[in-house]
Nanobody, 123 residues
Framework: QVQLVESGGGLVQPGGSLTLSCAAS????????MGWYRQAPGKGRELVAV???????NYADSVKGRFTVSRDNAKKRVYLQMNSLKPEDTAVYYC?????????????????WGQGTQVTVSS
């Protein structure tokens, strides 16, 4: 099994900053992509930012220039630095990871999600 645990959400005023962190654990052989998605009330889940093992990144247009995704491959962690936060950034943020894991008998690919962390931007 692969587990992802997020931390760092909370309440922040417009214009403020927050950093989210996500740690992966389990029988992981390699992680290809790690990233962040979010889901606002009444809306579907959307990509925020993703980073590959080689450091290539992709961002939603709505967060470009304000958010930065990074990862520590050795620690199996991914981070999301969020600056200049806006009320429309309010959502539950989910960590995602895709890679290869091992079981007792074989290896297989996996796609895992964290439990989500609430980010609220409000004055």
């Amino acid at each position: 099994q692969v587990q992802l645990v997020e931390s760092g959400g909370g309440l922040v005023q417009p214009g403020g900053s927050l950093t989210l962190s996500c740690a992966a654990s389990g029988s992981i052989l390699s992680i290809n992509a790690m990233g962040w998605y979010r889901q606002a009330p009444g809306k579907g889940r959307e990509l925020v930012a993703v980073i590959t093992s080689g450091g290539r990144t992709n961002y939603a247009d709505s967060v470009k220039g304000r958010f930065t995704v990074s990862r520590d491959n050795a620690k199996k962690r991914v981070y999301l630095q969020m600056n200049s936060l806006k009320p429309e950034d309010t959502a539950v943020y989910y960590c995602n990871a895709e890679g290869v894991m091992s079981t007792a008998d074989y290896t297989r690919t996996f796609a895992a999600w964290g439990q989500g962390t609430q980010v609220t931007v409000s004055s």
